[in-house]
């Protein structure tokens, strides 16, 4: 007898009841990161090697984990490839997945993927669910639309002050155009509105004042009332340190008179230094006492600043006053050195005298300069008085490290580059312009790829004129430039192949990008928790850091195998910008150097919207290597540039007190 197929199939079901029915496939919805995940190991691999055709694989994944991971890759590899996929994910109904698709359209800065972007903002978000992808899909437009659409971001009015997601997407959003040369008046009314009104969340106050900061052709002369009183009012130095550069825009006395007031009542050094760059717009006289006053500071740093103003901004009837001052009081020598800098590029030629007793002053300082970075420092002061040039010359073969060395190229084009050249010179310019020249060459010709670096730059810069010398000798360039190691010197490579370029007039752009040449050890990622972190011993003392894995695996990694295999002990910090960053690292010691391989960015979405965040040096996508830096204060111009790998979570006063030249005595690392 048959059964009818139906009945037979309810006869099983009843037989065997409910629980043997197969269960519905369960709707996952939370994105999450586990470095144990086989799967997310798998993502990060494929990252790793930029296999996009692998990482899209994962964007119909059930799991918005992977989707989420495998879109974010795109931010870091910025692989156009992927832009028709992620649009798709824009949709995603899971928001984190949105977030990451729109951040990776933007971070590819192709203007094709705007309108995919403006298409997926939920207007009708009236539950809310989509803010943070709609703030997202803001601060995308920003890195990739055209100007046109920088006039409808800027006039949008209907957020409320408690709207602060979209809010802060709009800032940012402005922000990032600003960073591409992108400004507009509505715009700029629309970040002064929010930095000069505290019901606005601190956050985007915060975005506003670095766009003031940061942002070329803005006119803030009829706000500059309003905005001293926002800087006045204001206890948060983050929001003070761009400030003040804003109004530093203002070149009126009012302005001066404001920054002045700021500069005597701060405490926070990091915004006095802001104050006394933002000063340069003033005029000297306004601020000369001041200025003078500073160069005493018992902070390093402020001194310092305050004697590069001087530098920068000095005049020739104050000549005298700053050989004296460093003649006769015991200033730090990197306030020392500035003053004499600034003597010598200020003093009136026909005071030959004094000019002569300045720069035998120097010539003997640097002979007797107990520390490599004050020689480098005296060597560029030596570069303020032409007829130096002999006496470098005949100190360059004497030169035992890599930073004098490139210092020595660096201050030979400081000369070289002079506007005033021919009347330094008059009938000796042909002679002084070949024996520098010839330094240069010999340059090239012993590999030093510093120095190749600085004098590649260097020669696009120099006169017309000059130039045949090195058109004659471009063969023996390109010998030396074959001979760089890849992928190590590769930062030296574009630089000489730029420099190249322009020496034969053409416009073919043939520099390259390094190649994948350095897997991640996924066994040792596998052994590293998310409370991972390292001490750093220096010469100041001790800073503690907990490292990002999960935002950089690669990067947190290679710092681990550098720093057991004692790679960075005795390492100097060879680069000190006060209130910026602090950076080390290098095996060459003068920032030029790096081990025979490369590691790739690592660029998710992340923010240096604080003090104290490490990140990767960089030349470019994925040249990263050994170098690393930690910031003074918040560097949103950074995003989505410089890996992010890890942040100072003890010893911030440590990172303050650095000075160029200290060293890494030991790195520890806890897993």
């Given at each position: 007898m048959k059964f009818n197929a139906l009945l037979f199939l309810f006869f099983i079901v009843t037989l065997l009841g409910p629980g043997c029915v197969p269960p519905e496939e369960v709707v996952l919805t939370e994105v999450t990161r586990d470095l144990k995940d086989s799967t997310l190991q798998q993502i990060i691999i494929w990252q790793d090697r930029d296999q996009a055709d692998s990482l899209l694989s994962f964007f119909s994944d059930r799991d918005p984990s992977y989707r989420y991971a495998a879109a974010m890759a795109f931010g870091s590899t910025k692989n156009i490839f992927g832009l028709d996929s992620l649009t798709k994910l824009l949709y995603d109904p899971i928001p984190e997945v949105r977030v990451a698709a729109a951040y990776a359209i933007g971070q590819m800065g192709d203007p094709r993927g705007a309108p995919f972007?403006?298409?997926?903002?939920?207007?009708?978000?009236?539950?809310?669910?989509?803010?943070?992808?709609?703030?997202?899909?803001?601060?995308?437009?920003?890195?990739?639309?055209?100007?046109?659409?920088?006039?409808?971001?800027?006039?949008?009015?209907?957020?409320?002050?408690?709207?602060?997601?979209?809010?802060?997407g709009q800032a940012w959003g402005i922000y990032r155009f600003a960073l591409r040369g992108l400004t507009i008046p509505e715009g700029t009314t629309r970040m002064l509105a929010f930095v000069n009104n505290s019901f606005y969340p601190e956050s985007?106050?915060?975005?506003?004042?670095?766009?003031?900061?940061?942002?070329?052709?803005?006119?803030?002369?009829?706000?500059?009332?309003?905005?001293?009183?926002?800087?006045?009012?204001?206890?948060?130095?983050?929001?003070?340190?761009?400030l003040v550069l804003g109004i530093g825009?203002?070149?009126?006395?009012?302005?001066?008179?404001?920054?002045?007031?700021?500069?005597?009542?701060?405490?926070?050094?990091?915004?006095?230094?802001n104050v006394i760059r933002a000063l340069n717009n003033s005029s000297y006289d306004s601020v000369k006492t001041e200025i003078l006053t500073l160069i005493n500071d018992p902070?390093?740093?402020?001194?310092?600043?305050?004697?590069?103003?001087?530098?920068?901004?000095?005049?020739?009837?104050?000549?005298?006053?700053?050989?004296?001052?460093?003649?006769?009081?015991?200033?730090?020598?990197?306030?020392?050195?500035?003053?004499?800098?600034?003597?010598?590029?200020?003093?009136?030629?026909?005071?030959?005298?004094?000019?002569?007793?300045?720069?035998?002053e120097l010539r003997r300082k640097f002979q007797n300069a107990p520390k490599e970075h004050e020689r480098v420092a005296i060597l560029k002061a030596l570069g303020e008085f032409g007829w130096n040039y002999l006496f470098l010359l005949q100190q360059g073969p004497g030169l035992t490290t890599e930073l004098e060395k490139s210092a020595m190229v660096e201050t030979l084009g400081k000369i070289l580059r002079n506007e005033n050249f021919d009347r330094v010179f008059q009938g000796s310019r042909r002679k002084a312009a070949r024996d520098m020249s010839n330094y240069l060459l010999n340059v090239f010709q012993e590999g030093n790829a510093g120095g190749m670096a600085i004098a590649a730059n260097v020669i696009q810069d120099i006169p017309a004129g000059f130039r045949q010398f090195f058109r004659?000798?471009?063969?023996?360039?390109?010998?030396?430039?074959?001979?760089?190691?890849?992928?190590?010197?590769?930062?030296?490579?574009?630089?000489?192949?730029?420099?190249?370029n322009d020496l034969m007039e053409?416009?073919?752009?043939?520099?390259?990008?390094?190649?994948?040449?350095?897997?991640?050890?996924?066994?040792?990622?596998?052994?590293?928790?998310?409370?991972?972190?390292?001490?750093?011993?220096?010469?100041?003392?001790?800073?503690?850091?907990?490292?990002?894995?999960?935002?950089?695996?690669?990067?947190?990694?290679?710092?681990?195998?550098?720093?057991?295999?004692?790679?960075?002990?005795?390492?100097?910090?060879?680069?000190?910008v006060p209130n910026f960053v602090i950076q080390g690292g290098c095996p060459r010691?003068?920032?030029?150097?790096?081990?025979?391989?490369?590691?790739?960015?690592?660029?998710?979405?992340?923010?240096?919207?604080?003090?104290?965040?490490v990140g990767m040096a960089s030349a470019g996508n994925h040249t990263e290597g050994t170098q690393f830096f930690i910031t003074h204060?918040?560097?949103?111009?950074?995003?989505?540039?410089?890996?992010?790998?890890?942040?100072?979570?003890?010893?911030?006063?440590?990172?303050?007190?650095?000075?160029?030249?200290?060293?890494?005595?030991?790195?520890?690392?806890?897993?």
């Open positions: 972007l403006m298409a997926a903002f939920e207007q009708t978000d009236t539950t809310g669910i989509f803010r943070s992808s709609n703030a997202a899909i803001l601060e995308a437009v920003g890195k990739c639309a055209p100007r046109e659409t920088l006039q409808l971001l800027s006039t949008i009015s209907t957020y409320k002050a408690t709207d602060t997601m979209l809010l802060t985007v106050r915060i975005i506003a004042a670095n766009y003031l900061g940061r942002a070329n052709n803005i006119d803030l002369t009829t706000n500059l009332n309003a905005l001293g009183q926002t800087l006045f009012s204001s206890d948060n130095p983050f929001l003070k340190i761009p825009k203002v070149s009126t006395p009012e302005s001066t008179k404001i920054l002045l007031q700021q500069l005597n009542n701060e405490s926070d050094y990091r915004v006095r230094i902070s390093v740093a402020l001194a310092e600043t305050a004697a590069q103003y001087l530098v920068d901004n000095g005049m020739a009837n104050d000549a005298t006053l700053y050989w004296k001052e460093a003649k006769e009081k015991n200033y730090p020598w990197q306030v020392s050195v500035k003053l004499y800098e600034a003597a010598n590029k200020y003093l009136p030629p026909y005071l030959s005298d004094f000019k002569g007793a300045i720069n035998a004659d000798s471009i063969s023996i360039i390109q010998e030396a430039q074959k001979q760089l190691k890849l992928p190590g010197e590769i930062e030296t490579y574009n630089e000489v192949q730029k420099m190249v053409t416009s073919v752009t043939s520099t390259i990008k390094p190649e994948y040449n350095h897997p991640i050890d996924m066994d040792l990622l596998s052994s590293v928790t998310t409370e991972a972190g390292a001490v750093i011993q220096t010469d100041k003392g001790k800073i503690r850091l907990t490292l990002f894995p999960l935002l950089a695996p690669g990067s947190v990694v290679n710092f681990i195998k550098l720093a057991e295999s004692d790679y960075y002990k005795g390492k100097t910090f060879q680069r000190v010691g003068d920032g030029y150097g790096s081990l025979d391989y490369s590691i790739r960015s690592e660029l998710p979405l992340a923010y240096y919207d604080d003090e104290g965040y204060s918040p560097t949103p111009h950074l995003d989505g540039r410089y890996t992010i790998f890890g942040k100072v979570t003890e010893g911030m006063d440590v990172v303050h007190k650095m000075e160029v030249g200290d060293r890494i005595q030991s790195v520890s690392i806890r897993y």
